[in-house]
């Protein structure tokens, strides 16, 4: 393990800035794992991310690296990729950060079909700057900006990014790790727009908020909310309310943007 530690993590930025109980430490493991398993060069890979408590954890791994401004995680990913098409580039962001601030990237990097790997670390709200809700906090939720409960519908990421033209999309929790693993080794061996929406907990601000008043209890909720995409595919959309939806939900191959980018390129060349 300490091998492990050594080879992907910069040791010497450790300890984290991360809450006890807080589940970016899991996701960023998990990530960890997967590119492990698929033996990725990790010379050849650039993480990126925007602001937020996930936006730190490329900060503690051993891999190139860049930490951008909010919501624009995407928006550099792209030229990355575009400079480099032989990196493989992966974003990990929040739920804020990726679906509000950085909501229009988010659309036109699916839409782009662009060989970038997206996991999401959605806690439900904006955690660094002291829960906000966000795009993702369930209707009826409380948060520092809805002491009422919360009014707005929040988003399905998974359904905007299929919609929007990603061509890998799934779901896994921070309580289902073997199985998030398997999701995001998928996602990065996928090429084109993959993305994955890691459901995560915020014990200090959603937790509190929302009376699970242990990181163990949101863990167990996230267990009993979730239900197996087969399993969800037999209830009606009422039965359905409040679950948390996993497993893959598309896959498909579809041209992918840089190559066509190249071809452009190519033809500028030629003259054509
Ligand atoms: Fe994690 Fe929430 Fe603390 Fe941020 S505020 S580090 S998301 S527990
Ligand atoms: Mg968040």
Same mark, same amino acid.
């Given at each position: 393990?300490?091998?492990e ?6 040791? &010497? ?7 006890? $109980?807080?589940? !970016? $430490? ?15 060069d ?7 991310s925007?602001? %937020? ?8 791994m051993?891999?190139?690296?860049? !930490? ?33 601030? %950085?909501?229009?990237?988010? #659309? ?7 060989? #970038? ?32 409960g ?25 309580? !289902? ?12 061996? !996928? ?41 969800? &595919? ?39």
């Amino acid at each position: 393990m300490r091998k492990e530690l050594e080879k992907y993590f910069r040791t &010497e930025k450790l300890p984290h800035i991360w809450c006890p $109980g807080c589940s !970016h $430490g899991i996701l960023t493991g998990a990530v960890i794992r997967a590119i492990d398993n698929l033996k990725l060069d990790q010379k050849k890979i650039c993480i990126v991310s925007g602001i %937020g408590c996930s936006s730190r954890a490329p900060g503690y791994m051993n891999f190139y690296t860049l !930490h951008t401004t909010h919501g624009r995680a995407l928006a550099f990913a792209t030229g990355i990729k575009l400079a480099n098409p032989d990196l493989k580039v992966i974003v990990l962001t929040g739920d804020g950060d990726c679906a509000a601030i %950085g909501g229009n990237h988010f #659309i036109h990097a699916a839409r782009r079909n662009i060989d #970038i790997t997206t996991v999401v670390f959605n806690n439900n709200i904006y955690g660094m700057t002291s829960g906000q809700y966000s795009p993702m906090t369930p209707r009826g939720a409380y948060a520092t900006t809805a002491p009422y409960g919360n009014i707005d519908r929040s988003f399905d990421l998974c359904k905007l990014a299929q919609s929007a033209g990603a061509t890998y999309v799934a779901r896994g929790t921070v309580y !289902h790790i073997p199985q998030l693993i398997k999701l995001i080794e998928k996602a990065l061996q !996928h090429k084109g727009f993959s993305f994955v929406d890691a459901v995560s907990i915020c014990p200090t601000y959603f937790g509190r908020k929302n009376k699970m008043a242990s990181p163990v209890k949101m863990m167990e909720f996230i267990r009993d909310a979730s239900i197996p995409i087969k399993s969800a &595919e037999k209830l009606s959309k009422e039965e359905l309310a409040g679950k948390i939806v996993i497993g893959e939900f598309y896959e498909e191959q579809a041209p992918e943007y840089t190559e066509e980018y190249a071809k452009v390129i190519e033809k500028v060349r030629e003259g054509n």
